[in-house]
């Protein structure tokens, strides 16, 4: 029986810090093992020019804790406004490796997103030209469609219709919560990725909804039926490159949560290692545990491996905090809802 574990330090490709204090607050969860991370641009106002992300990036190595050895990889925010030369020319530089696209209202700080897809056509155009990958929230936020349809329904209204009008450009579907997802992610040629969350191993709309709603389980895209996480777990657990870890670990305080209309998030990033390792050995797939958390993700962004490694060892029930205290409040850290026997050495 296998007892301990050594990979490639992993990363992180979908990260929210926030900013300020709740920055400074868990950005230490994230550092503490993982190398690298994608950090979204979603910012209350969001990180849309490259004078904003160089900003941005700034602050982020300003809270890095004493020692941390940690690279915050930026991206920009999309809007119908973009402009193309500022995303090729901070593409150029090393400062970004993505643009994220967000559907307007369909997550948090997305109101400055895009409604109009055609609007963004030179913008994409032009990352197809440059190799700079779409990283993409893949929901339709159309009032008339349900809400556990909305990843399935952009897919065929969204995101085909992009690709297939700009080829060669590089996307990665971020979060994805379907069986839909998987099997068009599959389908599809090298230039497509998908990243998968921890929480969405774990849960699906039973955790959140039955016996009485748990808002910390809930997130957007929003967890879906049984027969999804499964196909998710088969997804990350398979060895296939094109999926890989991204996290989306989200903090909120709890009062945020709680309130009458709730953030969505879940805050995985002090167990996301932990949780994984489990996953994995339950299905039988723990030598694929390395790929999911530290190779494909590099292989697709074009970005070589870590050097470094971290150690994973199976014993008694890991502790982790129920919480991160922060000067607005405590964030709750999820709470897969059994006990975890691996553990970062």
Request: aromatic share 6%.
């Amino acid at each position: 029986m296998t007892s301990s574990i050594t990979i490639r330090r992993p990363d992180d490709w979908h990260l929210h810090l926030r900013d300020g204090d709740m920055l400074r607050a868990v950005l230490p969860a994230t550092t503490q093992h993982f190398a690298r991370a994608i950090i979204m641009p979603n910012l209350v106002s969001p990180v849309v020019t490259s004078a904003q992300a160089v900003a941005y990036r700034d602050r982020i190595l300003a809270a890095l804790p004493e020692g941390a050895t940690f690279e915050p990889l930026m991206t920009l925010y999309l809007t119908e406004a973009s402009d193309p030369n500022d995303i090729a020319a901070a593409h150029a530089s090393g400062l970004i490796k993505a643009v994220k696209l967000y559907p307007a209202g369909a997550t948090t700080n997305s109101a400055s997103g895009v409604s109009h897809f055609d609007r963004v056509a030179p913008v994409l155009e032009r990352m197809a030209e440059i190799g700079l990958p779409l990283c993409v929230h893949g929901e339709v936020t159309d009032h008339d469609i349900d809400i556990f349809d909305r990843e399935a329904v952009f897919i065929d209204r969204v995101l085909d219709p992009i690709r297939r009008a700009t080829p060669g450009l590089r996307v990665i579907m971020e979060h994805i919560t379907t069986k839909n997802a998987v099997d068009y992610a599959r389908a599809q040629d090298d230039t497509l990725g998908a990243t998968i969350t921890t929480h969405h191993l774990v849960i699906n709309r039973n955790h959140i909804l039955a016996g009485g709603i748990k808002p910390h389980y809930y997130c957007l895209p929003v967890a879906k039926r049984e027969e999804h996480r499964l196909a998710l777990r088969d997804a990350a657990t398979s060895g296939e490159a094109r999926f890989f870890l991204g996290t989306d670990s989200a903090p909120h305080t709890d009062a945020n949560k709680l309130l009458p209309c709730g953030c969505a998030g879940c805050f995985t990033a002090p167990n996301t290692l932990s949780i994984l390792a489990q996953a994995f050995e339950d299905d039988g797939k723990l030598e694929n545990l390395e790929g999911f958390t530290s190779l494909h993700g590099p292989a697709f962004y074009g970005l070589p491996v870590n050097t470094d490694t971290i150690t994973m060892i199976k014993g008694a029930p890991t502790t982790y905090p129920s919480h991160i205290d922060t000067p607005d409040g405590p964030v709750t850290v999820f709470d897969p809802g059994y006990d975890l026997n691996w553990s970062v050495t």
